[in-house]
């Protein structure tokens, strides 16, 4: 089969890669579509450190085509969205609520693949830049067939990644203001969990113009901001001529200042 292989240095469109049998518990899944995220160009251009050759991508979404022993669900036939969540169910992390600490995945490694008798690596238990992979069958999550693939497949990463920057990390409750730094596809999902929160302000700041439109035509923004304009949190509320900003959408991460979560849209 065809896949997109990264050898350290360049990545090539390679043909005749093979990949194993589903074993216990697993399924193959055909791509058909996959995401490109930020995080797969960070391997690239080596922030992310990672063993080569290596399969990247790790948005997809495809039709199961054959299932191991002990799978009940998902089914041959099915479409799938992927998840790079190979969690074991059973260690403390998974036990407690907390799955992406899985002790049998976080920062693990496998060579699923092999091309010409080198093993290949996957990427984030995935690699959806292939046209087939194996995973554990509680990473194929089936959807509706009437979903197009091509949508569905960013529901793996952007969507689970904004989304979440909104309802679990920063927890914004209706009423709050937020600034969302970003606009690519973790920065609009951004926008559109907020919009199902009911935000009281939302001022969204992107420097390109196509993603600024795309941006509006989601949820018009109340208050809009230039990046370079984005002054340090302490005083974010002076842009959005209002009440004291409560939260901003950049990175996942938390600032100094207390309440101040974000979530950045990352380039796509």
Known sequence: MKAIVFDGT???????VTVRDPGIGEVQVRIVASGLCQSDLSVVNGKIPFPSPVILGHEGAGIV???????TMPSVGDHVVLST????????????????????????????FELDGTPIHNFATLSTF???????????????????????????????TGAGAVLNRARVNPGD????????????????ALESQARRRLSPSTRTPTR??????????TSSMRPRAIPSPPSVSSPTAGPTT???????????ARRWTCSIGAAS
Do not use: H, W
Not at 136 to 159: E, F, H, M, R, Y
Not at 177 to 192: E, H, K, R
């Open 10 to 16: 360049d990545n090539k469109l390679v043909d005749g």
């Open 65 to 71: 085509e054959a299932v191991g022993p002990g799978v």
């Open 85 to 112: 969540l190979a969690t074991c169910g059973q260690c403390a992390s998974c036990t407690s609520g907390y799955p992406t600490m899985c002790r049998e995945s976080f920062g693990k490694t496998a060579t699923p």
């Open 130 to 160: 292939t046209e087939r992979i194996v995973v554990q069958a509680g990473q194929a999550v089936p959807i509706p067939k009437d979903i197009p693939l091509s949508t569905a497949c960013l529901i793996g990463c952007a969507v689970l």
């Open 177 to 192: 203001s937020v600034v969302v730094i970003g606009a690519g596809g973790i920065g609009l999902n951004v926008i559109q």
């Open 212 to 221: 600024r439109r795309r941006r509006a035509s989601l949820a018009p923004p």
């Open 246 to 256: 409560s939260s901003i959408a950049s990175a996942a991460r938390q600032s100094p």
